[in-house]
């Protein structure tokens, strides 16, 4: 969150009360308010619910990023199958493509057929009627015949003598005897014509009806083909329609983990700029508490001592767990160092320098801020603040000389185990403790 607007007049009414709350204690000693460390205490609280509040987005942050992976995977799956069912689909289309192909083919094979079945019919009316002129031809050729058996057989029914008697001579009778055989031979040629004629006839309509029925045969046939491959045509559109309901299934299944996916990120994307503006309204508080810690500075008739500064727990102790600068956990600076190190709970805290403590808080929320602390002022605008303690030894005025036990090491207020938050400042400004207490390891 942002700070709201009023919040950046606190650190002047908190100069204010500070500048009122100074007093001048025996000895030349300073000593701040009670307000005014509380103050402080505050806005170091309300540092502290920030920085958990940015644990709990980082936490939250980590959870969806696992829900983004998880959908992220969920949504390749849905696009595997989203491409394999268009696939599908695309290749039912190719086969349709081709099974229309096949039924037009076997179409115009039926319309051919039915143009040959059409000629045929009309030839085969047209051999009808030939074969009904030849038979009233033949009906005629018989009768004539029929007329030429009875001459024949009246004749033959004369006696031969009758016809040798009525020749004339040799001559005639030698042509009234060819006459019939000439008779004869013509009627069994005419009646071979007959015979052939009406066989020729039978013989025609019999292979035109033998051609109607093999084009007949092959039409259900045909038919049959045609039907096969309508039914075929059917089932794969059939098949063609279950792909695309699938690819339309598959694509809602992506679009729908999209959306997941979209409403996650944008989630994600709020929860930084919680982040951010947290860690803006946590810049702003330590500014604040700074200048409140200076104004006191500014105040205080403390003589900066020359000389090293002295590590604030035993040397045995010199665990690292949190190095000053930037800590990726917090996305931002740690303005500290964490000392720790087994067997460091309950023992002593040394000021790292001598001068006058301008804070000592006992009270104390559970999980939150430093727990309790102490700030020394050094003179010459240092100061030094040791947090998380588990008990305090000075009070808030006096003056502790460079080595005295001033704590001992705990872990109250936002702490995972017991460890010393050791920090340096100078003009409000957070220093590396490296870069006045030696590193003897």
């Given at each position: 969150?942002k700070?709201?607007p009023?919040?950046k007049?606190i650190s002047?009414?908190t100069a204010?009360?500070?500048l009122?709350g100074?007093?001048t204690?025996p000895?030349?000693e300073y000593?701040?308010?009670?307000a005014?460390?509380?103050?402080?205490?505050?806005k170091?609280?309300k540092?502290?619910?920030?920085?958990?509040r940015?644990?709990?987005i980082?936490?939250?942050?980590?959870?969806?990023?696992?829900?983004?992976?998880e959908?992220?995977?969920?949504q390749?799956?849905?696009?595997e199958?989203?491409?394999?069912a268009?696939?599908?689909?695309?290749?039912?289309?190719?086969?349709?493509y081709?099974?229309?192909?096949?039924?037009d083919?076997?179409?115009?094979?039926?319309?051919?057929?039915d143009?040959q079945?059409?000629?045929?019919?009309?030839?085969?009316e047209?051999?009808?009627?030939?074969?009904?002129?030849?038979?009233?031809e033949?009906?005629?050729?018989?009768?004539?015949?029929?007329?030429?058996l009875?001459?024949?057989?009246i004749t033959e029914n004369?006696d031969?003598?009758s016809?040798l008697?009525?020749?004339?001579?040799?001559?005639?009778?030698?042509?009234?005897?060819e006459?019939?055989?000439?008779?004869?031979d013509?009627?069994n040629?005419l009646?071979n014509?007959?015979k052939?004629?009406l066989?020729q006839a039978?013989?025609?309509l019999?292979?035109?009806?033998?051609?109607a029925?093999?084009?007949?045969?092959?039409?259900?046939?045909?038919d049959?083909d045609?039907?096969?491959?309508?039914?075929a045509?059917?089932?794969?559109?059939?098949?063609?329609?279950?792909?695309?309901?699938?690819?339309?299934?598959?694509?809602?299944?992506?679009n729908?983990?999209?959306?997941v996916i979209?409403?996650?990120?944008?989630?994600?994307?709020?929860?930084?700029?919680?982040?951010?503006a947290?860690k803006?309204?946590?810049e702003?508080?330590?500014?604040?508490i700074q200048?409140?810690?200076?104004?006191?500075?500014?105040?205080?008739s403390q003589?900066?001592?020359?000389g090293e500064?002295i590590w604030?727990?035993?040397?045995?102790?010199?665990?690292?767990t949190t190095?000053?600068g930037?800590?990726?956990?917090?996305?931002?600076?740690h303005?500290?160092i964490?000392?720790?190190?087994?067997?460091?709970?309950?023992?002593?805290i040394?000021?790292?320098?001598?001068?006058?403590?301008?804070?000592?808080?006992e009270?104390?929320?559970?999980?939150?801020s430093?727990?309790?602390y102490?700030?020394?002022?050094?003179?010459n605008?240092?100061?030094t603040?040791y947090?998380?303690?588990?008990?305090?030894?000075v009070?808030?005025?006096?003056?502790?000389?460079q080595g005295?036990a001033?704590?001992?090491v705990?872990?109250t207020?936002w702490?995972?185990?017991p460890?010393?938050?050791?920090a340096?400042?100078?003009?409000g400004?957070?220093?590396?403790?490296?870069?006045?207490?030696t590193?003897?390891?």
């Amino acid at each position: 969150m942002k700070l709201k607007p009023g919040k950046k007049a606190i650190s002047l009414a908190t100069a204010l009360t500070l500048l009122l709350g100074v007093i001048t204690a025996p000895g030349g000693e300073y000593s701040v308010s009670a307000a005014s460390s509380t103050s402080i205490t505050d806005k170091q609280d309300k540092i502290k619910d920030l920085e958990n509040r940015n644990k709990e987005i980082d936490n939250e942050m980590s959870q969806i990023d696992g829900d983004i992976t998880e959908n992220e995977e969920l949504q390749d799956l849905a696009f595997e199958k989203l491409n394999n069912a268009k696939e599908q689909v695309d290749n039912y289309n190719n086969l349709l493509y081709y099974k229309e192909q096949d039924i037009d083919t076997k179409q115009a094979e039926i319309n051919n057929l039915d143009i040959q079945i059409e000629a045929k019919e009309k030839d085969i009316e047209k051999k009808k009627a030939d074969i009904s002129d030849l038979e009233a031809e033949n009906e005629k050729n018989l009768e004539e015949f029929g007329d030429m058996l009875h001459a024949l057989y009246i004749t033959e029914n004369s006696d031969m003598f009758s016809v040798l008697a009525e020749s004339s001579d040799i001559y005639d009778l030698l042509v009234r005897t060819e006459m019939m055989l000439n008779i004869t031979d013509q009627n069994n040629r005419l009646m071979n014509e007959l015979k052939q004629s009406l066989a020729q006839a039978e013989e025609m309509l019999g292979q035109l009806k033998k051609d109607a029925e093999d084009l007949n045969t092959l039409h259900v046939k045909l038919d049959g083909d045609m039907k096969e491959l309508t039914d075929a045509k059917a089932d794969l559109e059939r098949e063609q329609a279950a792909a695309q309901t699938l690819s339309d299934k598959f694509n809602d299944e992506y679009n729908y983990y999209s959306t997941v996916i979209g409403n996650f990120e944008y989630k994600q994307s709020q929860l930084k700029n919680e982040k951010a503006a947290n860690k803006e309204e946590i810049e702003e508080y330590e500014k604040q508490i700074q200048r409140e810690i200076m104004l006191a500075q500014q105040n205080s008739s403390q003589v900066y001592q020359e000389g090293e500064w002295i590590w604030p727990v035993d040397t045995k102790f010199h665990m690292i767990t949190t190095e000053f600068g930037y800590d990726p956990w917090r996305n931002g600076n740690h303005n500290a160092i964490d000392i720790s190190g087994g067997g460091i709970n309950g023992t002593n805290i040394y000021a790292s320098k001598g001068g006058v403590v301008i804070t000592a808080k006992e009270n104390y929320i559970p999980g939150y801020s430093y727990g309790k602390y102490v700030v020394i002022d050094h003179g010459n605008g240092y100061s030094t603040l040791y947090a998380h303690c588990s008990a305090l030894y000075v009070t808030v005025g006096q003056t502790v000389s460079q080595g005295e036990a001033i704590a001992a090491v705990g872990s109250t207020g936002w702490s995972t185990g017991p460890h010393l938050h050791f920090a340096v400042n100078k003009d409000g400004v957070p220093q590396n403790p490296f870069n006045y207490v030696t590193r003897f390891w």
